[in-house]
């Protein structure tokens, strides 16, 4: 099959190209770097043209109340070039329980995006992956100081880059779901005691304060962000971390 990836650059885009070229399927990544812009539209006509499957791994610049515009523009460019050169399946990458946590602006355009494509012309499929073991600096570094990190006790069920990738070329490769594919890692901790493993692991002394209202994820309720029945993924943090 010959399938167009959008964002086919990035941490997921990239892998999703390798996997799907191993797989034997003609996988061409687009972005920015290659002309392609889903907000102006450049290039989009051409790179979805004569696709199979259209790969949506694009995303908004900002977590804030800027990213429901860019879901929503992103995703008007995409099925109308996708209707318009007869692609049969378009698949994006979601969160687990982002319909859950109506605070975040960035949670509530992914629900968007989701709605977006559930709703158009083309034949999809959802994605839903719990939080990147590899994200897992970056939301250190939100509430961090020379001395401490501060973190709530919201569970977590991290899940490695690779095996997101994984499951969107698995996904993409098969017939379209028209539904919601869930996948998680096979461990669930409370955040702060994963903050603690990972500053334990690098050798970094500061100290992990458990604070429920630290960072994004302290105005998540209760466990929505895993999912004891999704599809589990085998890599378990500490040996991601080694």
Known sequence: MKIAVLGGTGLIGSQVVRNLAAAGHEAVPHSKSTGVDVIGGQGLDKAVAGADVVVNLTNSPTFDEASPAFFQTSMDNLLASAKKGGVGHAVILSIVGADQVPELDYYRAKVLQEEILAAGPIPYSIVRATQFMEFMDDVLSWTADDSTVRLPATPIQPIAA??????????????????????????????????RITLSHKGDNRTVVTDPTAGMFGVVKGDVLTDRNAHLAPTRYADWLS
Do not use: Q, R, T, Y
Request: proline letters at 9%; a negative charge; aromatic letters at 2%.
């Open 162 to 195: 690779k095996e997101v990738a994984a499951a969107v070329a698995e996904v993409a490769a098969g017939a379209p779901l028209n539904g919601i594919h869930n996948i998680a890692g096979p461990e669930i901790f409370p955040l702060d005691e994963l903050g």
